[in-house]
């Protein structure tokens, strides 16, 4: 019993450490037995002005007593980013693999969630995937989102890569 309640002290942990760079913005319930969707408000921390909005799937107590598996959310996540001021672009990875710029644990060990930021060069445009990461049957769970930096006149501060 101590070792199951140590765990689970542990995986509340992990979550309020994940989520300590994102704002809960709201939360509601989406069925009789208390699972609930969370959105979240996450700001690219390199690029001012662009925030994310993700919403994820949270289980009750009463779904976890039904199905078991006490430890773990599923990754079904979406993600939605824009413009919410001015632009300005830090030292970002332009590569074709980008960066990551967010993730959140959804169970104690095997699976996160992460956003990973892609810069579009030959369209000016930043690409948001919010994916699943998990160790035991990879997931294909994904989504994902765009800002176009056309006509957003953004200030990139070690200058803008070029085509």
Known sequence: MRRLLLAAALTLAGLAAGASRADEVGSFSNDWTGNELTVEAVPDPDIQGVTCHIVSFSRSVIDRLRKGNWFEDPSNTSISCRQTGPIVIGKIDTSKHGEEVFSERKSLIFKSIAVRRI?????????????????????????????????????????????
Not at 120 to 140: E, M
């Open 119 to 163: 810069y579009d060069r030959a369209n000016d445009t930043l690409i948001y995937v919010v994916y699943s990461r998990q160790v035991k049957d990879a997931s294909a769970k994904m989504a994902i989102s765009t800002v176009p930096l056309f006509n957003a006149n953004p200030t990139w501060t070690k200058g803008k890569p070029e085509r």
